[in-house]
């Protein structure tokens, strides 16, 4: 199986020995002044990106490279568990790598603790955290209050002014007339 490890300013990704076959390459070296991003994926398959290139491209298992409008990633991914990704700068001899090692989380911790910029929690970097169940409202959304005397939202005579309703958004409208 794959190993991640920080040595020194660099991170090394030494391959397994099938990995190693596969990619004509036993060890990745980044610098990790290079990390931009680090995350675990739970559906392997989307941490590639871009067309295929040299390497070993089975059901289950990708090891190789791949090339895509931003660059070249490098993967060593298998499909019996989730996959860590390091995004990189563009100056790095990868734009990402990807690989399954033996417990993600942990290795995402330690990847983090050497991120410039410092730690980083994964929800929050892309803004779209959800607050902690301490922080959360204990009560449900209250429901929208009526005005008296209204049948609904637009009022007991439908749409304002005699206006024709807006037509339900998804489909096509058609008009027949000649």
């Known amino acids: 199986m794959t190993r991640v490890a920080v040595e020194g300013t660099e991170i090394v990704v030494r391959l397994g020995l099938r990995e190693t ?5 036993h060890t990745v070296r980044v610098p990790a002044a290079a990390l931009r991003g680090v995350g675990v994926e739970a559906s392997w398959w989307r941490v590639l990106r871009g067309a295929a290139g040299p390497g070993m ?11 895509g409008p ?3 990633d490098f993967v060593a991914v298998r499909s019996d568990g989730p996959a860590l990704y390091m995004d990189l ?3 790095a001899p990868f734009r990402r790598v990807a690989v399954s090692v ?3 989380d942990e290795t995402e911790r330690a990847l983090r603790a050497v991120m410039p910029g410092g730690p980083e929690p994964p929800a929050e970097r892309d803004g779209t955290a959800e607050p902690p169940a301490e922080q959360r409202a204990e009560s449900p959304a209250e429901p929208p209050v009526e005005q008296p005397g209204s049948a609904g939202p637009a009022g007991p005579a439908g749409p304002a002014g005699g206006e024709e309703p807006e037509a339900p958004r998804g489909g096509r409208e058609f008009d ?3």
């Open 176 to 178: 027949d007339r000649a």
């Open 70 to 72: 931003d660059g070249t």
């Open 21 to 25: 076959l596969a990619a004509r390459r």
């Open 57 to 67: 491209w089975l059901p289950g298992r990708c090891v190789g490279t791949r090339h």
């Open 89 to 91: 700068a563009p100056d």
């Open 102 to 104: 033996a417990d993600p």
